[in-house]
């Protein structure tokens, strides 16, 4: 599709009315001109308008309260500068949540290594695949609450995790979510349980569209199975393996659900999302949370605009 | 679907048997960690208090028809409600995001016009804006519109912000040949009667993706509800809701947990090929 650029005439060009056809301009017949000028944009006005609506009208919001001291409620409020964003920045309580991200980081290496084996493994023959392949994923479906209730119930005090270690002759296990140097971890791990399907799937529908006749070859030459994945499978998902580095820390950045559902935020396990949403809601200090809000969006689309680099679309050669 | 078939060599024969083995223990353990947590679930939602307090999380249910906390939980918990709330929701929203969303993906896939590049830029750069923090800002506009504790409020947010459908249809649409729009075009259809009759009807596989990916999204939504409807319950916020009143009551919570739990579970068995496709295909856009 070629993109017509005619800068002289305002206007869109309907494909099946090219523009040189000569018409009088009489008044019905400028009428339909018009109405055709305008049809492509009814039909995207709606969507349209709900983004702007939605998405770009709050966004510049966000950084008109960012420098101001809003709270949400008076109708006057005070341009205060950067204020917000050097105390985003220097506050130890606001700043120090972000290494409650690191966390979740660190959880996201194994999930993406778990889903990377497993994908692996049930991408060759495998008894009950189907089987295995729905109870990897289906976690990712449930509910957020759901899944936060059925973690809490585990990691109660003699609940299932407790009695499975006692097991394994491990007595006096901690307080798994109740300790502060411990409650990270167990969310983590939460998360990892609940996502880690996703990343499994798309490695394996990845893994899946690589040619079989590729494996064929390399079974000839007497290639085992450890040389395959290092040489075919893993080339042939490096993208969408780079997006899902690439979404993980996007992500731990802006975990939220799980340690929201499960704790509130307390013991330690709050998280940049929950402190924000918590500034705004709770302690009525919508400038700063907006600041905050723009900081979280600044590092996603700079982490994003990355990936991009990193990774273009490219298709990926095994020939 | 790819399957790898070995070949045999001889020699190998041994260190297969032992990979395989490994193989299956490692999907076996998997299998086993997915589960228990829900398996565990399953057997405190069906014990009776009593039992509860005197049996390990792991000892199944003496009786496995104890439907008691199901019924508290439903009655109580007011779950009724929420499933209620999650329909009209759920449908409306779903309903608006087609229309919305098809016309987007027919405006933006069968005509040139000015201003196009703009549109696709801005539905881009929109798929980044992180949802949650957004929020601070996103409230006021709803308040503004007095549209706050309002189920008008949850419609118009999952409408407005589903930029993977638009790109769903777009996808789709672009496998429909032009030459039938033209058809109807000499035909005498105009471009609504095209939209309307023609590529709507043929968009039917791409819409039934949306609507179970997205139904699943809406379904599992907590915060939208949690902020915006706070006088009302939809099934999350419901569910979130057992952590008052209910406090260690677990084997009431397990149940009301399970209730969740259940309709995903049905739609997965039944709609598995359309879920993981859908999914597969929106996160790779």
Same mark, same amino acid.
């Given at each position: 599709? $070629?993109?017509?650029?005619?800068?002289?005439?305002?206007? %869109?060009?309907?494909?099946?009315?090219?523009?040189?056809?000569?018409?009088?301009?009489?008044?019905?017949?400028?009428?339909?001109?018009?109405?055709?000028?305008? #049809?492509? &944009?009814?039909?995207?006005?709606?969507?349209? %308008?709900?983004?702007?609506?939605?998405?770009?009208?709050? $966004?510049?919001?966000?950084? &008109?309260f960012s420098v101001t001291d809003w709270d949400g409620l008076d109708q006057d409020l005070n341009y205060v500068g950067a204020d917000n964003y050097v105390r985003v920045f220097t506050d130890p309580r606001i700043f120090e949540v972000f290494y409650v991200s690191l966390y979740?980081?660190?959880?996201?290496?194994?999930?993406?290594?778990? $889903?990377?084996?497993?994908?692996?493994?049930?991408?060759? =023959? #495998?008894?009950?695949? =189907?089987?295995?392949?729905?109870?990897?994923?289906?976690? &990712?479906?449930?509910?957020?609450?759901?899944?936060?209730?059925?973690?809490?119930?585990?990691?109660?005090?003699?609940?299932?995790?407790? #009695?499975?270690?006692?097991?394994?002759?491990?007595?006096?296990?901690?307080?798994?979510?109740?300790?502060?140097?411990?409650? /990270?971890?167990?969310?983590?791990?939460?998360?990892?349980?609940? &996502?880690?399907?996703? /990343?499994?799937?798309?490695?394996?529908?990845?893994?899946?569209?690589?040619?079989?006749?590729?494996?064929? %070859?390399?079974?000839?030459?007497?290639?085992?199975?450890?040389?395959?994945?290092? %040489?075919?499978?893993?080339?042939?998902?490096?993208?969408?393996?780079?997006?899902?580095?690439?979404?993980?820390?996007?992500?731990?950045?802006?975990?939220?659900?799980?340690?929201?559902?499960?704790?509130?935020?307390?013991?330690?396990?709050?998280t940049f999302v929950i402190q924000t949403i918590q500034t705004a809601f709770t302690h009525r200090q919508v400038g700063i949370a907006s600041a905050m809000a723009i900081v979280l969006l600044a590092i996603v689309l700079a982490v994003t605009f990355v990936q991009r680099k990193l990774f273009p679309d490219e298709k990926v050669d095994l020939t | 679907m790819t399957t790898i078939h070995s070949v045999p060599r001889p020699g190998a024969r041994i260190q297969r048997v032992t990979v395989g083995t490994a193989k299956y223990l490692s999907l076996v353990i998997a299998a086993v960690v997915t589960l228990v947590p829900l398996v565990t679930v399953l057997f405190a939602s069906l014990k009776t208090p009593t039992e509860y307090g005197s049996t390990s999380a792991l000892t199944p249910p003496s009786n496995w028809f104890n439907f008691a906390n199901f019924v508290t939980a439903f009655d109580s918990g007011k779950m009724l409600e929420g499933f209620a709330n999650t329909a009209i929701v759920l449908t409306v929203s779903l309903a608006g995001t087609i229309f919305i969303g098809t016309m987007a993906a027919y405006g933006l896939d069968r005509f040139e016009f000015r201003g196009k590049r703009l549109v696709f830029g801005l539905f881009l750069i929109a798929t980044l804006i992180p949802g949650v923090t957004s929020q601070v800002a996103t409230f006021q506009v709803i308040n503004g519109m007095g549209l706050y504790d309002t189920k008008a409020a949850l419609i118009l947010l999952f409408m407005g912000t589903d930029i993977i459908a638009i790109y769903l249809f777009i996808q789709f649409m672009q496998a429909i040949p032009n030459s039938l729009d033209e058809a109807a075009m000499i035909d005498g259809a105009n471009r609504w009667t095209i939209y309307w009759r023609i590529v709507l009807p043929l968009l039917k596989p791409a819409i039934a993706t949306v609507v179970i990916i997205k139904g699943i999204a809406i379904y599992n939504e907590f915060y939208a509800p949690f902020l915006y409807l706070p006088s009302e319950g939809l099934i999350s916020t419901s569910l979130f809701r057992?952590?008052?009143?209910?406090?260690?009551?677990?084997?009431?919570?397990?149940?009301?947990?399970?209730?969740?739990?259940?309709? #995903?579970?049905?739609?997965?068995?039944?709609?598995?090929?359309?879920?993981?496709?859908?999914?597969?295909?929106?996160?790779?856009?």
């Open positions: 599709m $070629a993109i017509k650029d005619s800068t002289a005439v305002d206007v %869109a060009v309907d494909r099946f009315h090219p523009e040189g056809r000569v018409q009088r301009p009489s008044g019905a017949a400028r009428r339909r001109r018009i109405l055709r000028r305008l #049809t492509p &944009y009814l039909f995207i006005a709606a969507a349209v %308008a709900l983004l702007v609506l939605l998405t770009y009208w709050p $966004a510049a919001n966000l950084l &008109y979740y980081f660190g959880a996201s290496f194994i999930q993406i290594g778990l $889903a990377l084996y497993f994908a692996t493994i049930l991408s060759f =023959n #495998t008894r009950f695949k =189907n089987f295995f392949r729905g109870v990897l994923f289906f976690p &990712y479906l449930i509910n957020g609450v759901a899944i936060g209730f059925v973690f809490l119930y585990l990691f109660q005090p003699d609940g299932t995790l407790d #009695t499975v270690l006692s097991w394994f002759g491990l007595a006096d296990p901690p307080q798994w979510v109740g300790d502060p140097d411990i409650a /990270n971890w167990s969310l983590a791990g939460t998360s990892v349980w609940r &996502y880690m399907g996703m /990343n499994f799937v798309l490695f394996l529908g990845a893994i899946q569209s690589i040619p079989s006749d590729i494996y064929e %070859a390399a079974e000839l030459d007497g290639a085992n199975k450890w040389q395959q994945f290092w %040489a075919i499978i893993l080339p042939g998902i490096r993208r969408i393996l780079g997006l899902c580095f690439v979404l993980s820390i996007a992500g731990s950045l802006s975990v939220f659900e799980i340690p929201f559902i499960m704790t509130g935020g307390a013991n330690g396990t709050s | 057992f952590k008052g009143p209910f406090g260690a009551q677990w084997e009431v919570i397990s149940a009301g947990t399970l209730i969740v739990i259940v309709p #995903t579970l049905i739609a997965f068995l039944f709609l598995q090929r359309w879920i993981y496709k859908g999914l597969t295909s929106g996160a790779v856009k």
